[in-house]
């Protein structure tokens, strides 16, 4: 009995759940175990202990950021599964694992490797009965891509077996442009017209050859520019419906809202970059580090997002390295826009524009928010009531900055500024006086035994007091309730304090009877 058969009798018996194969195909998964730039396909007829026969193809078509394509196709070998090695590790080579299975057309989301580790994915076809029929309707990923799609569907909603269309749609004008069919792992590029109204372009090709041992890809060239489709398979019962988006940047776009706080306007951004295209796209030149810009003047940024892509650099804003992968790379971030004289500026720069992006603001009594284009925002109640100020399905244009104003903010009386601004001075003079002391003090005679007992106690109470202030003051920092600079200012006291505390008990603790 194989280990993976024994394994999945073990899981049906104890009454655990058993991994459904169906819902992980397609899936990448990092993996440790798996050696850097190697990516593995384990290909399944429906269950883990089912592997597929071996010798079937598996094609591995890659698709870079600079336009260039990649093509292996490795046979399952004797454990079902299909090994590629050497593969591009720099974030910029998008993968599509493809197969053919029992009629079952399966295809992987993309695959971008990391740099230190590998890649496990499968692909799970039908099961099959005892005799090694298939049961039920045939799987096709081709499904996925159309609305509502679902790969077990009968009702296709796919051009005939051998036929592919693509959609072609973008910013770009269309004039002269020309659709090239691309066939694996031979043949030359067979070129056709693009068809249809202005409004609904269409290439079409016809007559093409079915089976597992080809893969093609469609490219659409507008004005020397290619765009590609992902790959894809061509099985006996239905041909390629796909669709492409002429257009050569990332999309931006936020939603999102903002409150006043005592200490400023306060927000949380969800702030999402979408790469349209089938293979990575760089901000600029490969490699270059995506920058996307908070609003000037901004404070206290953190993300929400432990796993995020991005991250945040002092006085930009939010930044990710390398190229954008196909689909959707998102963060929620938080930041600070302080308010002067009851009111906020906002001005960020949107060097790829933002599309048809949303924020709102809860309003307070007596404030406006003005937009720079002017126009007013849509006023909308809550279910608990709250009143919001909402500016809604606003595009800007690449390179543009999105700006509007929130005046008749709440604001702080005079005297309160005043006291922040002495009690940070008498912070400073505290620390000051405390470290001169800890210089120039002369050392004292030992204490008795009964009062040293007593000292140690309270200087070990002390010390435990300043330890609670420190972690009470990381927890204000951590829910964004005090000033980075003030932050700083009361962790130098704290931690100066520790220091003197930690020099008594040493003291204490030495044989130093002696006077300076």
């Not at 196709?73 to 053919?100: I, K, M, N, Q, S």
């Not at 009702?155 to 077996?161: I, K, V």
């Not at 302080?338 to 960020?348: L, T």
């Not at 919001?388 to 700006?403: C, D, T």
Request: net charge neutral; with cysteine; proline share 7%.
């Amino acid at each position: 009995m194989s280990p993976v058969v024994a394994l999945a009798q073990m899981a049906g018996a104890g009454g655990q759940p058993m991994l459904d194969p169906a819902q992980m195909s397609g899936i990448p998964r990092p993996d440790g175990q798996v050696a850097a730039g190697t990516l593995t396909v384990k290909v399944l007829h429906g269950e883990l202990a089912s592997w597929a026969k071996t010798g079937t193809p598996v094609h591995l078509i890659g698709l870079r950021a600079d336009g260039t394509v990649t093509h292996a196709v490795v046979p399952v070998g004797d454990d079902g599964r299909a090994e590629f090695t050497g593969l591009a590790r720099d974030g910029l080579t998008a993968y599509y694992a493809l197969c053919l299975l029992d009629g079952d057309r399966l295809l992987s989301q993309v695959a971008v490797l990391p740099p230190a580790v590998g890649v496990r994915l499968m692909l799970a076809g039908r099961k099959r009965d005892a005799a090694g029929v298939p049961q039920g309707t045939a799987r096709d990923d081709e499904q996925r891509a159309l609305p509502g799609g679902d790969p077990h569907s009968t009702d296709l909603g796919l051009p005939a077996a051998g036929e592919v269309e693509v959609m072609v749609r973008g910013m770009r004008t269309l004039s002269g442009a020309k659709a090239f069919l691309r066939s694996f792992p031979d043949g030359e590029p067979r070129e056709t017209a693009i068809e249809g109204s202005e409004n609904a372009p269409l290439a079409r090709f016809t007559g093409l050859p079915v089976g597992a041992d080809r893969a093609y890809l469609v490219e659409i060239e507008v004005e020397g520019h290619r765009y590609a489709t992902a790959p894809f398979l061509l099985s006996p019962a239905a041909g390629v419906r796909r669709m492409v988006l002429v257009y050569d940047r990332l999309l931006f776009a936020l939603q999102g809202g903002a409150q006043p706080e005592d200490d400023g306007l306060w927000f949380q951004l969800q702030m999402t970059v979408a790469n349209v295209g089938a293979a990575p796209r760089s901000a600029g030149p490969a490699g270059e580090s995506l920058v996307l810009p908070l609003p000037k003047g901004f404070r206290s940024a953190r993300i929400a997002d432990d796993d995020s892509e991005l991250t945040v650099v002092d006085d930009v804003g939010l930044m990710a390295r390398g190229a954008v992968p196909p689909g959707q790379m998102a963060a929620s971030v938080q930041f600070r826009v302080p308010v002067e004289g009851g009111k906020a500026v906002i001005d960020m720069p949107a060097p790829l524009g933002m599309f048809q992006s949303q924020v709102a603001v809860l309003k307070t009594e007596g404030m406006v928010v003005v937009p720079e284009s002017g126009g007013a925002p849509r006023l909308a109640r809550s279910d608990d009531g709250r009143e919001y100020l909402i500016l809604e399905g606003f595009n800007i244009a690449p390179g543009k900055s999105l700006r509007f104003t929130v005046a008749g903010l709440p604001q702080p009386e005079s005297w309160q500024s005043w006291a922040r601004v002495l009690a940070a001075l008498v912070v400073v003079l505290l620390v000051a006086a405390s470290v001169a002391i800890a210089v120039r003090r002369p050392r004292v005679r030992a204490a008795k035994p009964a009062d040293a007992a007593t000292a140690r106690r309270e200087l070990g109470n002390r010390r435990e007091r300043l330890f609670a202030e420190l972690v009470t003051l990381e927890r204000l920092r951590a829910a964004q309730r005090i000033d980075e600079m003030d932050f700083d200012t009361q962790r130098k006291a704290i931690m100066t304090k520790l220091v003197l505390v930690h020099r008594e008990l040493d003291e204490l603790d030495g044989s130093g009877a002696s006077t300076a």
